[in-house]
């Protein structure tokens, strides 16, 4: 009997585990959502007469610091930076040493963003901040505004913001070469600032998209904002700085052989074609010819020379307006370039989209009457060409129909190179569609301040898709547009010249303002979509 008693006992205590085994496996708790709390500091912080060399910040648990370099920002910049760890491996405290000299009298700030989180979850400590003056107080003034972006609808996170003390030694060109004298910036996706711990003075205030992390201003690569008049601090003011990127000067940078008559010129600025010139120092000016095209998407030029050059190296002088460069490419057996004639764009070809005949080489001489464009009941369309300097194409122009097939042919000999060689025949289809799969929009624009205005239509990316230009009239019609989805911005365009213009920060001028449309239009096919965008 107790034999049974006990086999049956051991029965029902396996029985019990299995059950327990089925009930899951263990979660490990809820997460963990609270961020480090700050317990102290040595010395303490907004200590006042400080003369350490070395911080340290404690916390309640193990910390690390997270993009430090994007988000711990130093008020007044100290160079050289000091050493601020963890980096990688956690611990319980932010160690700071300096290694800077210290200014007297001066209250320094370091702003540590987002960057401290917890080690298990990274949990932030939002906007920390430790605080010290080498004077016998801590000043205490601040000023604070937003950030946007004069040609974007949003502007580019991690913008800095830089206060100038405006004295003796002050000039515009600061930015250029020295750091500010106080700096702080708008983290993440915020687009908001405020510069705090400031003393009392007259400052300039501007923006840099410090993309090397120098607290200088490098013009061509970074953009720029900046307030046009000197602040006075204390300020009750909420300041708007609005960014934007300068067009520089033209200039060449080292050129490269890429084909046996093609050298690739970089360059950085603006530049007019028109009025480059490239003349040879070492070979004989009256057998050298040349053409130059623009390489599409980048700030780079082809210059196309004949005939073949006998020498190792050619020395050849560029002039600009204001402006005159002597470039030095080596010269090497290279395979020749060969014509190429593409169609842009094919297959379908959306209404209002110009039909271009493409080439590898520069063209100089087109023949219509070797180019025929057939609808798809085999009837001549008629058309015009236009051959686009700078660019190695042809314009093909000609009325759109809408579920229409068009069979464009090009006939050897309609087009001739640089190099005098002429195309071999080409092919291409292009089909519209229906006017049903495009929508239209009706835009009734309220409280202009003054005329002419360019109205935009662009992707997400600002990408332009839809442009009209207006001297007078406030209600315009988008008509065909492909369906998708499009912001709407409102250029005054001040100088009348048909496109934005950007600034120029040391002659203090602003670039021409945008104005977008609040919310993302969604264009639907068939659809007529009518909006009011009221100016603000």
Known sequence: MKKHISGLLI??????????????TPTGGLLDSIPPAFLRAAPEN?????????????????I???KPQQQIIISPPMAPKPDITPLGSAQKYIRIRINDTLQENTTYAFNFGNSVVDNNEGNPLPYFKYVFSTGSYIDSLSISGTVSDALLKEANPFISVMLYEVNEDFSDSLVYKDPPRYITNTLDSLKIFELSNLKEGTYQLVAVQDLNSDYKYNPGKEKIAFIDQHINIPSDTTYNLVMFKEELAFKPERPKQEGQQKILIGYRGKVNLDSLKFKPLNTPALDFDYR?????????????????????????QVSAPNRIDTLLTRISEMPKDSLRITFEPSGNLDFGKKVFLKSTIPLLKKNDSLIQILNKDSLAVNFSSELIPYE????LKFDQNESETYRITVLPGALTDFFNSSNDTIRANLKTR?????????????????????VQLTDEKGI???????????????????????LIRVIYDSNENGKWDTGNYLMKIKPEEIIYFPDLMEIRPNWDINETFILN
């Open 434 to 454: 229906a006017f049903s799969d495009y929508g239209n929009l009706s835009l009734n624009l309220q409280n202009i301040r003054n005329f002419p205005i360019i």
């Open 292 to 316: 130059i095209s623009k390489v599409t998407g980048k700030d780079s030029l082809y210059l196309w020379f004949k005939p073949p050059l006998q020498t190792d190296s050619l020395w050849m």
């Open 11 to 24: 029965l029902l205590i396996s029985l019990l585990f299995v059950q327990c085994a089925k009930r899951g």
């Open 464 to 486: 332009i898709k839809a442009e009209k230009f207006s001297a007078s009239e406030s209600n315009l019609r988008f008509e065909l547009i492909s369906p998708g989805k499009y």
């Open 392 to 395: 190695n194409s042809i314009l």
């Open 46 to 62: 907004y200590s006042v007469n400080f003369n350490k060399k070395e911080i340290r910040i404690y916390f309640d648990e193990y």
């Open 64 to 66: 690390k610091l997270e």
